[in-house]
């Protein structure tokens, strides 16, 4: 008897990286979508973002990379995420990651990453088509 | 699946929490969950608490108020209290989708449990609340919570609604909101316990603070809010000019919620539950209900009339379940 409801989404963008100009775009695109989009900002540390996915009761983590950190910042965030009990938590990254990387981070449990010029409805379409049944 | 969630709230379980807070916010399965909210097992870690004070901030968006509650955490954290945030923002109509945007301008840090911040997606038409916000505040003080701050959308005039659900309501103007015929307008002025006049690092904040203290001057000599003054003071997250000040104020309040003084709140009650109740028995495609909805919908029998049998129906036996 559970009703269909709106996807929450979290976006942000870890470490050191003040590039939010892609991040705003695709906040924007989910929010028409009818998404919940919860945008929990800049420069934030792995643990904060764990942090906000958890009080949010998110089904997906968007995370947005221009720094080339992402090796570093993402497997943390990973991390930090299984410790916490949020593995059912879909992660997605986008930002500047280059090819070699796409499947590492694919390994580490990423669902997917969508690089500069991704349109936006094959995002919305990603997150709609690997949700539950619960989500409109 | 719901008994273990209550357990692990019970628990002091803060996903399961957030869970929760994602069910009432749906209204889903709301009487359950406030009920098992309420009454810990034996032997759990919650231990019953007093009441919460719950604090409301309205004003137009972009006066600050993401910002002044970011700056609030830290001073009742500082005290040792524990605090949970509300913050709503607007759903489109259009979409349903929503840009949850204030916990960016909330600073908390990762580990400290003393706070718990939740973002909500206000639907228009409901006092610029999100729904069943008078449960999700019960949420919240059965898990313990000594502060609740709730952000309102922020529509501005005539967003009053809030009032009765709280204890304390906070009104934020800043410089060069308008002119004083403004506050003259029903609405804002009459509802709120206490004004601050935010970013008064900026010019015109001792005029705009002259203007609403002389339009609640007109309210006193006519003798109609003599019976609680409204606190009126200058304060600004910037500079951190009178935010320990504000917090004082607001400490002090007397707590006006669940005093059992208003029929009204008692009427708001018996309202949810039979929304509940319609909701549950539409979905199951309940008979009795199909047939009163169906001779309605055919005309055959008046609207109150209707209406009438629909309440008779909901408090019968069979509904009671629900």
Known sequence: MIEPHPLRVVLAKVGLDGHDRGIKIVARALRDAGMQVIYAGLWLTPEAVVRTVAEEDADWLGLSLLSGAHMTLVPRVLQLLREAGLEHVGVIVGGIIPENDIPKLLEMGVARVFGPGTPLPEIVSFLREHSGASHA | ?????????????????????????????????????????????????????????????GVGKSTLIGKLIEQVRAEGQSVAVLACDPQSPLSGGALLGDR?????????????????????GHGALAEHLADLIRLLEAFGFDVVLIETVGAGQGDTEVRELVDVLVLLLQPETGDDLQWEKAGLLEVADVIALHKADLPGAERIEAQVRATLALGVSAGLSAASPVAVLRISSRSGEGIKELWQILAARPLRRGRRTSGRDLLRLAQQMLAARFAVAEAAGQSELQQLLAAWQQGEIASTQAALALVNLLISAPFQQV
């Open chain 2, 1 to 61: 699946m719901l008994k273990t969630l209550l357990e692990r709230f019970h628990r002091r379980d803060r996903l399961a929490l957030a869970r929760l807070v994602s069910m009432v916010a749906r209204g889903e399965r709301v009487e359950e969950i406030l009920a098992g909210v309420g009454e810990p097992a034996s032997g759990a870690a919650s231990a019953p608490r007093g009441p919460a004070r719950v604090i409301a901030f309205t004003g137009s968006g």
């Open chain 2, 104 to 124: 960016f301008r909330m600073p908390v840090r990762p580990d400290d449990e003393g706070v718990f911040i939740r973002s909500l997606a206000a639907a228009g």
